[in-house]
T-cell receptor, first 115, second 115 residues
Framework: GAGVSQSPRYKVTKRGQDVALRCDPISGHVSLYWYRQALGQGPEFLTYFNYEAQQDKSGLPNDRFSAERPEGSISTLTIQRTEQRDSAMYRC?????????????FGPGTRLTVL | AQTVTQSQPEMSVQEAETVTLSCTYDTSESNYYLFWYKQPPSRQMILVIRQEAYKQQNATENRFSVNFQKAAKSFSLKISDSQLGDTAMYFCAFMLLTSGSRLTFGEGTQLTVNP
């Protein structure tokens, strides 16, 4: 595709439910990043992949959060047993490779609201 | 750990005038990149300008330029001839290449350009 796409764009869920957020990176991009952005704040790093390998998950806030990229393309961020504090914009970004500088291109984000 | 601080939550400027947004950062590393991202009301994340730490020359992109003071760990953004379309949240960001290119963002500065 022309850019990074994310789905759904908006997700409203009830506390305790599981949610899965999808990211489709730019074709050919090796690296994929997940960030979380609370309202009025800058994005915070969650995790990133090179191909299908999860290289760094140090930003995941707790074990309810997980991510995968099984075929090195589309990635899914899963939040189990959602809590109200999980409400935020979840952004995905992709780049050609992560070892040297390559611009990260951001998707439009998924706005998650936990009631 | 690296930190990025933007001390101006909000700023305003008249159309056609010049405005400077401030950013400071903290790191013990010497090899890194610095960025300014723009987030308009559409909530996209758009790269405005980047600066490599090893380059002494300040980066410029059309009406956008930076004042990079490595010793002071300061990285300000100057917008010349401000336009209404420059109204957005601006985020300063830091990237340490050895960290897998994850971005660390500041809290943001909301810039409003008034007609």
């Amino acid at each position: 595709g022309a850019g990074v796409s994310q789905s759904p764009r908006y997700k409203v869920t009830k506390r305790g439910q599981d949610v899965a957020l999808r990211c489709d990176p730019i074709s050919g991009h090796v690296s994929l990043y997940w960030y979380r952005q609370a309202l009025g704040q800058g994005p915070e790093f969650l995790t990133y992949f090179n191909y299908e390998a999860q290289q760094d998950k140090s930003g995941l806030p707790n074990d309810r959060f997980s991510a995968e990229r099984p075929e090195g393309s589309i990635s899914t961020l899963t939040i189990q047993r959602t809590e109200q504090r999980d409400s935020a914009m979840y952004r995905c970004a992709s780049s050609l490779a992560g070892r040297s500088y390559n611009e990260q291109f951001f998707g439009p984000g998924t706005r998650l609201t936990v009631l | 750990a690296q930190t990025v601080t933007q001390s101006q939550p909000e700023m305003s400027v008249q159309e056609a005038e010049t405005v400077t947004l401030s950013c400071t950062y903290d790191t013990s590393e010497s090899n890194y990149y610095l960025f300014w991202y723009k987030q308009p009301p559409s909530r996209q994340m758009i790269l405005v300008i980047r600066q490599e730490a090893y380059k002494q020359q300040n980066a410029t992109e059309n009406r956008f330029s930076v004042n990079f003071q490595k010793a002071a760990k300061s990285f300000s953004l100057k917008i010349s001839d401000s336009q209404l379309g420059d109204t957005a949240m601006y985020f300063c960001a830091f990237m340490l290449l050895t960290s897998g290119s994850r971005l660390t963002f500041g809290e943001g500065t909301q810039l409003t350009v008034n007609p």
